[in-house]
């Protein structure tokens, strides 16, 4: 039977360089670059770029990245066989054929998918990522028990990230909090013979307590956006990082909402997705 401890020597055994728990930086689209990513995989986390449907760019970061990594010394990090990093795409907006040569040039330990229009999408996209680059693995990040459940039976990955209500960036505009959710579609995946896959808990965690929670609940390992919103590898407009540190009472200064995709111009977001932002009071 599948333990969260043997779901972390699994995920160990293709990211030898990981520390225990391990820990994840989000693909945040636009924000998480090579610098970031290379800094959070060097200091024995997982790093994730997150892909704005440019592919030059991703391949220009890629290399950056490439050259970061064989300046280390880390002899884990240099043993690897894959890009010690991981590549996030959102499955709406990207067209598996464009993302396929990316991945066979560059093998990152991890492809993240996320947000696909509907979840039978991501079975398709799995298998061209897989015959592209057979050591690398794929996640996928849901939002729900349901999106747990159909990806689990129908595209198998290498492991769910369940993505709580507290999340920043986009998600469900209905959810739960991870403290709920991870073990409701734990309990959900076990009634259904599904335990080989690892599960992976995000959304509102901060610190050591917040991961220490999520691994109580059953998740072998926790993915973090926000967190490094604050850090200095990430690409974000200095305002708004103040922005991110000086929020206090998040729950009360934020909503989701589709408000923020709505202001941008036509909302290209699937139905499900909102993001949070600060609460405006337009009346
Ligand atoms: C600014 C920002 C941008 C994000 N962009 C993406 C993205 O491009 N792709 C993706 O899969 N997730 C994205 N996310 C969501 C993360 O994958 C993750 O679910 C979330 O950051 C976890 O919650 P936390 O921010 O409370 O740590 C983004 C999150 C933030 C904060």
Redesign the pocket.
């Known amino acids: 039977m599948a333990s969260r401890n043997n779901w972390a020597t699994e995920l160990r055994s293709y990211l030898p360089w990981t520390k225990s728990p391990l820990l994840i930086s ?6 998480a670059w090579s610098t970031l990513a290379t800094s959070v995989s060097l200091a024995g986390g997982l790093g994730l770029i ?1 892909c704005l449907n440019d592919m030059s760019q991703l391949s220009t970061q890629l290399t950056q990245a490439r050259s970061t990594f064989a300046s280390s010394s880390n002899p884990s990090i240099q043993a690897s066989k894959t890009l010690p990093l991981g590549i ?1 795409f ?1 499955a709406f907006i990207c067209k598996a054929e464009d993302v396929v040569p990316m991945i066979k040039e560059f093998k990152p330990a991890v492809v ?1 998918l ?2 696909a229009k509907r979840l039978g999408d991501y079975k398709g996209w799995i298998e061209a990522l897989r015959s592209a680059s057979p050591e690398t693995k794929v996640w996928v ?1 849901v939002g729900n028990v349901e999106g747990a459940l159909h990806v689990a039976k129908d595209a198998r990955p290498d492991a769910i990230c369940l ?1 709580g209500a ?6 469900f505009e209905k959810g739960a909090g991870v403290i709920s959710l991870v073990p409701e579609a734990a309990d959900a995946l076990k009634r259904e013979g599904c335990v080989d896959i690892p599960l992976l808990a ?5 610190d050591g307590r917040g991961v220490a929670a999520a691994l109580a609940l059953g998740a072998a390992g926790v ?5 490094f ?1 604050a850090s200095k590898e990430v690409s974000i407009h200095p305002v708004a990082q103040a922005a991110v540190i000086e929020a206090e009472d998040g729950g009360q200064v934020t909503k989701r909402s589709k408000l923020f995709d709505q202001l941008k111009g036509p909302n290209i977001w699937p139905e499900a997705y909102a993001m949070p932002g600060y609460e405006v009071d337009l009346s």
Do not use: E, Y
């Open positions: 989000a693909p945040m689209g636009g924000f997150g996030g959102l993240w996320f947000a990040q993505q507290d999340a920043g960036g986009h998600g995000s959304g509102g965690i901060v993915a973090m956006g926000t967190r919103l």
